[in-house]
């Protein structure tokens, strides 16, 4: 059975700074963007001496800022609670707070923090955002999935925001680039990752600004779920 961490708060405008919902089963988390992924990895992180990352995304989402890094919590920092973790953040001259942990740095965060503890790095984007600064990965493209996916090898940390299946149409509108069957056999594939143990731990967000909005998101993460065999959907 699945439990709420941070309970549904609707179909919100998440911006770079809002949570509206994270999800977890077993060793599975969905939220509707990537600011608490680098806190559902820290289980992993006690867990496993070295691990791998596959980051599956639109965008890098690797920008990096010492200032931001200068106010990294270390202190008992992997002891927190979602609620200690999505209130990080600081003063600037623009807001009262900035949030520390935000959907186009926490990766970047991670990289500085952990990245000695990662082996391997591997990265399937569109080329948008920030680069990951100071790692060597191997860069996948489209049709070499969802079979890549079988060959993965070690313990491995698993990323994807389904804003990957998404692009821009020659009208302006966002809408879905794959198939309904290639979808469904990302979801095959990884959850037979995780039956055999090689992915420690998923996270998926559904960025549904950047996929066709709520309606898109969450259509392409039914056909997912029917894939990794998860029976979980948004309430009404």
Known sequence: MGEWIVDFQGRNHSTAIKLNFLWKQDNIFF????RAAL????ESLKKNEKL???????HFDAL????????FPHENFERFGISEYLECGYDNDFFAVTPLFRWDNYLGLFIEKYGERIENWAFATHGKGTTPHAVRYAAYEPWEFPAA???LEGDWIFNLDLDYFFGRMADGKMDRLFTDEYIRGWG???RKGLARGAIKTLTVSLSPECAAGWAGAEAALAVLNEGLEIDFSLPE
């Open 31 to 34: 939220m509707d963007n990537h």
């Open 39 to 42: 806190w559902c990895w820290l």
């Open 52 to 58: 791998n990352l596959f980051h599956v995304d639109r």
């Open 64 to 71: 990096f800022s010492k200032q931001d890094y200068s106010h």
């Open 149 to 151: 996916l079988g060959g």
């Open 188 to 190: 095959a594939e990884l």
